[in-house]
Every structure is written in structure tokens, then in C-alpha cells.
């Protein structure tokens, strides 16, 4: 068998494995990614788009800023049709326990620098209209935004084309490491660093991995142009959406440049199969009801299912794999690794290239998952 | 708010055209409880609808007869989902409907084929039926000069009707070859009902050309048509521009409950029953084949429904007969490569989300045009420029996911079975 080498060979790619060809290739390295389906197939095809800024805990709160900053910054380059929009987020309150959520969240996201309001009811009407009545207000978040993952995908792989990236698409990685990637046809390629952005399959490619798949709907609607100004998203999330056991739906909707609504979210464990489960899918849209009645006479034209790669402690686990120096990992982005690709690659890059991080790194290291499985 | 209706049936049958109203009838006469749902308003298929009363037809002995054996008919309702096994979500202006069966049986007919050229967009250029649906609902044709284009025999179909309503037909262009339809006539011959059919259209086109081996290369106008250039270089002014390319079988339904199909149609064994236990389908899903096939396998899928196997395989040689003209068809209008090339790079192919070509021409299959430029997701679900690209890029269309039809979003919510939070 014939061994081709690269310096880095990344498997996958979605949005992840695309910022960090992007991100090794303009630094100058020789750079191979491989794809076993289409480009942004997976995850990245079924995410929402929201870059959002999360202080679920403080490493979840740097990264996803430094993510934000470096869409922000990239936005003048982005074409057209990654739509990227700086709509802002709304949290939505409806109880006087979620508006003590949305005064917590004015002063931690105001001591990280990300400039928030605090609305009241009625500014909350008044910034959206078709929310139901009642509500206790909400925070807005004005620099968040959205935008369309696979053409942001699609963008970043052709930068890193444009740097002398290669890409292969339809080579399905069976094993990977000591400096090798195996293929399904048996052929081998060599490489100094291999990185597995596989998502929620990362286990596959590297066992004892603690990454799970975490199933999640949505539903997007005709167009309703003017409907919907922000994302918004209901702070009963937090409540629900991190139960690591059970189900969960939360009110979760976000406008598109067509007019269009895109509704979520859901969460389930333990699902493999990517059909549309009704029970979940109409908790999801009866939640959704909830917050906005007038959307049920909306027409619904789609609704598909994607697999968010979960791991314990809610956050991603980005650098080198003990025990193998080839190996680095960035995956286990759960449902904000379209917002927080740009910063992991940034952040995997600098280890590799042992360049000052911008952010502490620590929290990300694969190295805090390792050690249990190292141990077994 | 909406109302939530539950049905149950020994057997369903989806589509109210010839197959499924003969499929309904013959399952009812069987002493099952029988549901038929159709989304028109009234039942009959594209080609009985509106013919349903006329004393002495075809169309009004079959819905006469399912009156009589109580077939309870859902007009005006639409099926979207299939959420759980045995069960399918419809719904109707205002209500949903939780449809339940042992038996299932898929008539859905079929669609026109739609290839983009340019202008194809513009307002007066439409589907061949789907002009003839318009007319029937009110639009005023008499006099009203038009062009029939595509290929397949609809279009002569079309034409006669268009004249009956005074419309000034100036010609229709075959894109299939003098020798092809040769050849079809020929076959005619071996069905004397289709033969005197076609036979009877030609008497009432007198005078209008027929032109073959012609296709539009181009509809020209500035905020609606004006004229259309012919690939035989001649320009014709004209008000209305019908023009379809044969048909489609409509198989998303199908899909969605997970039978099998090959080359674009429902895959059946001689019962008409499909891949999936339980589920036939009869009529255009699978293939296209006239109405005589269709109400022929709609008779066949009801018997073999209710059970009556030795009742269905009398009309086995019935069919056999039929099917030839089917294939007669197949061979006629198949699409000649030149419709290939007449989209300009600019010109749309997915109205919905406005693609134009060579936004498609990029890509490598029908799943990562979509990804990328969101070709097919609109409201059509990809129904006009799905079997466009087909035909242009030969892409394989996709997995089909509910709801099938856009539907109102507390009819997808609904949960009836459970009750825990259907909507209403
Ligand atoms: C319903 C839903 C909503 C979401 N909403 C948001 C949101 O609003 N904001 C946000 O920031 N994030 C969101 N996310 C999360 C986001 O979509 C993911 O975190 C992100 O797409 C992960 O990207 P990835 O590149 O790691 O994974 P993927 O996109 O899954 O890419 C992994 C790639 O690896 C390939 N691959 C796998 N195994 C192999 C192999 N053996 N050989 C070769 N290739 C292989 C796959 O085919 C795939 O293309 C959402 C996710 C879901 C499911
Ligand atoms: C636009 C058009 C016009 C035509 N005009 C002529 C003509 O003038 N002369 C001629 O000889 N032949 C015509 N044909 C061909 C003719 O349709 C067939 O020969 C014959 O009608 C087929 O019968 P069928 O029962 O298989 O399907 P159809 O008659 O098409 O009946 C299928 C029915 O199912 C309904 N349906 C589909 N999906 C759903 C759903 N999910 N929920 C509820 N209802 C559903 C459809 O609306 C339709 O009413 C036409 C075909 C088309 C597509």
C-alpha cells in the first residue's frame, strides 16, 4: 500500500474539521481533510446556526465569546449566502425566578464584556410582538447572531483549499492514530497530527471516548417575513435542556433571512435512529405554542433530526489524546459547535503550534476525560 | 382552534382518482369499513374531477357506487404524516384527522413534469393541467390565444378541452419524434378505447398544428408572457403558455411509510401490495400508465385489501392488457437530451428559493445542492425542481421526511394517541 504523508490530516468535516483546516492551513501547514459522506453532511447540517454566548459555566463562557468576536471579525469575508445576521438573542422570562436568571446573566455577561439589556415586559412586547402576553421580560443579547452552517462550512473548507488544503470526500476513516489514518478500502495515509472532528461518531474512531450522541429536532415553517426579529429562546432551557437523563424540549426560534422560523429544540439520549419521533416533535411545537400562540396556524414545510455529541462536564474536549502524540481531538460540541468551531480551531492550532492562546485552554483538554478511561 | 378527529378504518385508501376510487368501492363492497381521503374538494382524480355528476360517465358510476357501498369519503383533506404504524395524520382547513387502518392503500396519482427554460417563470406560462385546473375553477380562456407545449399525451388532452372552452389554440409541440409517436399510434392499435380516444381528440383539433421533434427554447415578455421562441427558430405571440413534460408519480407518501421504489415508481407485487405489509398502492405512483390501468389496480388493491385474493386475480389478464399501453407510453415520450440544454445558466430552477442553474450546476448531487443552496426546501418540497434536476443533473432524489405536504404547525403537533398535548 502506498503511504502519502501530510502534516495534518483531519477527519471529518463539518463545521469543526472545516475551521480547523482553515485555521492549520492559513498557519502554513500541508493539511488533508477526510469526509466519508458530503461536506457538512452531518451535525453541521442539521444545527440551527445560533451563535450565541453561554455562561453555563466560566470555560463555556470564555469560548464562546472568543468564538462570537471571531465570526464578528470574520463577517466582512463571509459571502452571501452564509446569511450570517447580527439578529441579538432574547431569554425569554416568564416567572419571576427566570427574571432573577436574566439579572444573573446581565451582571456575569456584563463582567465578561458582552453588553446586555434587561427588558421589561412591555419592552419585550414591543421588541416581539408575537410573543404571548404575560411574559416577565428577558434579556437581550444584541451581539449574538445567526447564520447558515453549511455554507459557513462550505466557506471555510474553500479558504483552506485557497491555503493548499486538500479535501476528500466519500473516504470513510475506520482507525486512526500512531500517526496513521486507515480507510475503509485498507489504503493508509500518514500524518504528523491527526485530528478526529468526527462529532458525535468521534467514538468510534477513538474508543473509551466519552462523547454521546444527543438527538435533537426541528421544524421550519414557510415564510413570514417581519414575524420575528430576534432569537429567542426561553430560560426554562437551563432548567431543562442540561438534564443529562431525561427528554427535554425547549422554546428555542430563529429567524431566517427568508422570512422563515426555525423552531427547536429537543434533546434525547440513548435515540440512534434519525427519524422524526412524533412524541417529541409535538411536546417540541406544543412549547413552542406556548410561548408564541399565533404560530400554530403557521404552515410547518420541514422537519429533520441531528446528533449533537455530548460529553459529561458540557464542554468540548479540544487538544491531544494521552497516550498518542499523533492524535488530537475537537469534538464534543453539543449544541453550540457552530458558534464555538472558530474558537476551537484557533485554540487547537496554538497547541499544536504552541502559540500563545488567546483563552485558557485547560478546561478543554481531553486530558480530563482520559484519565478515568487511562486508569480502567 | 382546530378540531381533532379521530377515524378508523379496516381500510384507508389515500387519493380519490380512478385507482382510488375503484380500490375504495371494491374494498366497501367487501363489508369493510372503508375511508377515502382525497385533498380536492370533490372527488375524482385529476382527470374524473368536475365529471363526477355528469349522468352515464365512468366518474360519476364510481362515486355513485362508493356512496351507495358507504365508503365514507374525507374531501378537501390532505394527508402529511405518517406518525405511527397504522396511522395517518390529514388535515382539512380546520380540522386534523387521525386516521387509523389495517389496510392501507396509496392512490396518489401523479404531477406534471416541469423542465426550466428560460421565462418559464414568468406569469401565463403554466403546467398544461395545471392551466386546465385554472379554467375549470374560473379563469377566463375563450379566445384567449394559447401554446401547448411539452410532450406526453396530456398535452393533445389539454388542447381539445382548452378549444371546447373557445380557447384559441394555436399548436402543440411534441418534443417526442414523428417516429416515436409513430410508433405509439401504432401500439394504439392494441387499445381500441385509447385508439378512439386519440382518434376523437384529432377530430377536435382540426386546424390546429401539430408540430413534433419541437420544444420551447425560450418564453419571452416583460411582466407577463408575450411569446414563445420554438427550437424550429419560430416565434409565437401568445397569451398562456401550457406546457408540461409527461408525468411524475407522486411516491412521497409511499416513501414516507417506507415502501420501496424503483426508478421513480412504487415497487408492487401482482396484488398491488408493496414492499410494506398491509400497504398497496394502485394507479400512477406506480407508473404512469392511463386511467384504465388505474382503475384496474385499484380494483385489484381493494379485493387483495379486504382479502379477496381469488376475487382480485380475475383481473389480472385485465391489467396485463393495459399495461402494455403503459409501456407504449414510456417508450414514446421519454425526454430527448436537447431539453438538457435549454436553461440558460441564469435561468431559475427551484421558483421556490429562487436557484438558478448554474448555482445547481456546481454541485455533485441533489443532497449537497440542497445543503448549499437550498434547492428544494420550499414550500413544493422540491416537487417541480426535484424531478427537474433529475432529468438535467441526473441526481437521485432524496429520503422524503414528514410532513409531506406543509401543514399547519399544531396539526404536526398533534398527538392524539396519547392525548397528552394535541393541539385543540
Ligand atoms: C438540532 C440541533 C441544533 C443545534 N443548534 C445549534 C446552534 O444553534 N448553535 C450552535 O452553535 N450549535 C448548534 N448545534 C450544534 C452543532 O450543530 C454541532 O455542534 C456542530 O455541527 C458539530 O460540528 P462537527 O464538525 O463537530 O460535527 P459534524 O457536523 O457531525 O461533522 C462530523 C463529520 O465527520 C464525518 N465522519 C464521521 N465519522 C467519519 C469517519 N469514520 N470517516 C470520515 N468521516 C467521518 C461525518 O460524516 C461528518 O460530516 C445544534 C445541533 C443540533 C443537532
Ligand atoms: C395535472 C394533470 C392533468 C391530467 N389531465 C388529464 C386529462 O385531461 N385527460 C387524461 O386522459 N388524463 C389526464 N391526466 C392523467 C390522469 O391523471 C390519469 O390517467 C388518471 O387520472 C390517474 O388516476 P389515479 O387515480 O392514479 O390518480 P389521480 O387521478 O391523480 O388521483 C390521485 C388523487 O390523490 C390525491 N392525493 C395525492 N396525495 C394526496 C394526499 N397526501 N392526501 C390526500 N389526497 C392526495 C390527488 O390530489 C388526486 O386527487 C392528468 C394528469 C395530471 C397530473
Known amino acids: 500500500m502506498s503511504k502519502a504523508a501530510y502534516e495534518v490530516v483531519i477527519v471529518g468535516a463539518g463545521i469543526v474539521g472545516a475551521a480547523c483546516a482553515d485555521e492549520f492551513a492559513r498557519r502554513g501547514l500541508q493539511v488533508l481533510v477526510m469526509e466519508r459522506d458530503a461536506l457538512a453532511s452531518g451535525a453541521t447540517a442539521a444545527g440551527m446556526g445560533h451563535i450565541v454566548v453561554m455562561d453555563d459555566s466560566e470555560a463555556q463562557f470564555a469560548l464562546t465569546r472568543y468564538s462570537q468576536r471571531l465570526w464578528q471579525e470574520l463577517q466582512p469575508e463571509l459571502p452571501d449566502n452564509v446569511e450570517y445576521e447580527q439578529c441579538g438573542t432574547i431569554w425569554i422570562a416568564a416567572d419571576e425566578e427566570e427574571m432573577e436568571e436574566v439579572l444573573r446573566k446581565h451582571e456575569s455577561y456584563g463582567k465578561g464584556g458582552v453588553p446586555t439589556e434587561v427588558c421589561s415586559a412591555q419592552r419585550l412586547k414591543h421588541l416581539e410582538p408575537n410573543l404571548r402576553d404575560g411574559m416577565t421580560g428577558g434579556l437581550l443579547v444584541p451581539e449574538d447572531g445567526v447564520l447558515y452552517p453549511p455554507s459557513a462550512a462550505w466557506f471555510l473548507i474553500g479558504r483552506a483549499q485557497q491555503h493548499g488544503a486538500q479535501l476528500r470526500l466519500g473516504a470513510s476513516v475506520v482507525e486512526i492514530g500512531q500517526g496513521r489514518v486507515r480507510l475503509r478500502d485498507g489504503s493508509e495515509i500518514r500524518g504528523d497530527i491527526i485530528v478526529n472532528a468526527t462529532g458525535a461518531s468521534a467514538p468510534e474512531l477513538t474508543p473509551g471516548l466519552e462523547v454521546k450522541s444527543r438527538k435533537g429536532h426541528l421544524v421550519i415553517t414557510d415564510r413570514y417575513p417581519g414575524f420575528l426579529r430576534h432569537q429567542l429562546v426561553e430560560l426554562g432551557y437551563l432548567k431543562s435542556a442540561h438534564s443529562v437523563s431525561s427528554d427535554s424540549v425547549a422554546f428555542n426560534v430563529q429567524p431566517r433571512r427568508t422570512g422563515q422560523i426555525l423552531i427547536g429544540s429537543s434533546r434525547q439520549f440513548g435515540v440512534e435512529h434519525k427519524e422524526v419521533d412524533q412524541v417529541i416533535l409535538a411536546r417540541m411545537l406544543e412549547r413552542a405554542q406556548q410561548y408564541m400562540p399565533t404560530l400554530r396556524g403557521m404552515l410547518a414545510v420541514r422537519t429533520w433530526t441531528g446528533f449533537r455529541a455530548a460529553t459529561p462536564d458540557k464542554l468540548p474536549l479540544i487538544g491531544s489524546w494521552p497516550g498518542d502524540k499523533s492524535l488530537f481531538l475537537a469534538t464534543g460540541h453539543e449544541g453550540l459547535g457552530i458558534t464555538t468551531s472558530l474558537g476551537t480551531a484557533r485554540i487547537l492550532v496554538d497547541q499544536i503550534m504552541a502559540t500563545e492562546p488567546e483563552i485558557p485552554i485547560e478546561p478543554y483538554l481531553p486530558s480530563r476525560t482520559a484519565k478515568a478511561y487511562l486508569r480502567a | ?424
Open chain 2, 1 to 424: 382552534m382546530t378540531r381533532g378527529l379521530r377515524r378508523s378504518f379496516d381500510v384507508l385508501v389515500v387519493g380519490g382518482g380512478p385507482a382510488g376510487l375503484a380500490a375504495s368501492v371494491r374494498a366497501a363492497e367487501c363489508g369493510l369499513r372503508v375511508g377515502l381521503v382525497d385533498d380536492n374538494p370533490s372527488l375524482g382524480g385529476q382527470i374524473w374531477r368536475g365529471e363526477t355528476t355528469q349522468g352515464g360517465s365512468d366518474a360519476a358510476g364510481w362515486v355513485e357506487r362508493s356512496s351507495v357501498v358507504g365508503v365514507q369519503a374525507l374531501s378537501g383533506t390532505r394527508v402529511f404524516h405518517y406518525p405511527a404504524p397504522g396511522t395517518l395524520l390529514a388535515e382539512s382547513e380546520d380540522e386534523v384527522y387521525e386516521l387509523s387502518f389495517q389496510k392501507l392503500v396509496l392512490a396518489t396519482g401523479a404531477r406534471e413534469r416541469f423542465l426550466p427554460f428560460p421565462g418559464w417563470t414568468l406569469p401565463n406560462v403554466m403546467g398544461a393541467g395545471g392551466l386546465q385546473a385554472l379554467v375549470k375553477s374560473g379563469l377566463p380562456i375563450n379566445g384567449k390565444r394559447v401554446l401547448v407545449a411539452g410532450t406526453g399525451p396530456l398535452l393533445v388532452a389539454v388542447a381539445a378541452w382548452l378549444r371546447r372552452q373557445g380557447a384559441n389554440v394555436l399548436a402543440i409541440c411534441e418534443q417526442a419524434s414523428w417516429f416515436s409517436l409513430a410508433r405509439f399510434g401504432a401500439a394504439l392499435l392494441h387499445h381500441p378505447q385509447k385508439l378512439g380516444q386519440a382518434l376523437s381528440l384529432r377530430g377536435q383539433l382540426a386546424g390546429v398544428r401539430f408540430l413534433t421533434s419541437c420544444w420551447p427554447m425560450a418564453a419571452q415578455g416583460s411582466d407577463k408572457l408575450e411569446a414563445v421562441v420554438l427550437s424550429r427558430g419560430e416565434r409565437v405571440v401568445c397569451d398562456f403558455l401550457a406546457c408540461g413534460f409527461h408525468l411524475v408519480p407522486n411516491t412521497e407518501l409511499a416513501q414516507l411509510v417506507g415502501c420501496q421504489t424503483r426508478g421513480g415508481c412504487v415497487q408492487v407485487d401482482e396484488f398491488q401490495q408493496t414492499s410494506c405489509a398491509g400497504v398497496f398502492s394502485a394507479g400512477e405512483p406506480t407508473g404512469i400508465g392511463g386511467v384504465e390501468l388505474s382503475v384496474v389496480e385499484g380494483q385489484i388493491a381493494g379485493l387483495a385489501a379486504a382479502g379477496r385474493r381469488q376475487e382480485a386475480v380475475r383481473h389480472f389478464q385485465q391489467r396485463k392488457k393495459v399495461q402494455g399501453f403503459a409501456k407504449a407510453l414510456d417508450r414514446a415520450f421519454g425526454l430527448r437530451q436537447e431539453l438538457r440544454t435549454i436553461a440558460r445558466p441564469e435561468t431559475i430552477v427551484c421558483r421556490c428559493e429562487d436557484i438558478a442553474y448554474h448555482h445547481l450546476a456546481e454541485h455533485k448531487s441533489w443532497r449537497v445542492a440542497k445543503l448549499q443552496t437550498r434547492c428544494g426546501m420550499g414550500p413544493c418540497q422540491g416537487r417541480i425542481c426535484g424531478p427537474a434536476t433529475e432529468f438535467l443533473f441526473h441526481w437521485n432524489p432524496d429520503s422524503v421526511r414528514p410532513p409531506i405536504f406543509p401543514a399547519q404547525l399544531e396539526h404536526l403537533a398533534w398527538i392524539g394517541c396519547s392525548g397528552e398535548c394535541g393541539a385543540g
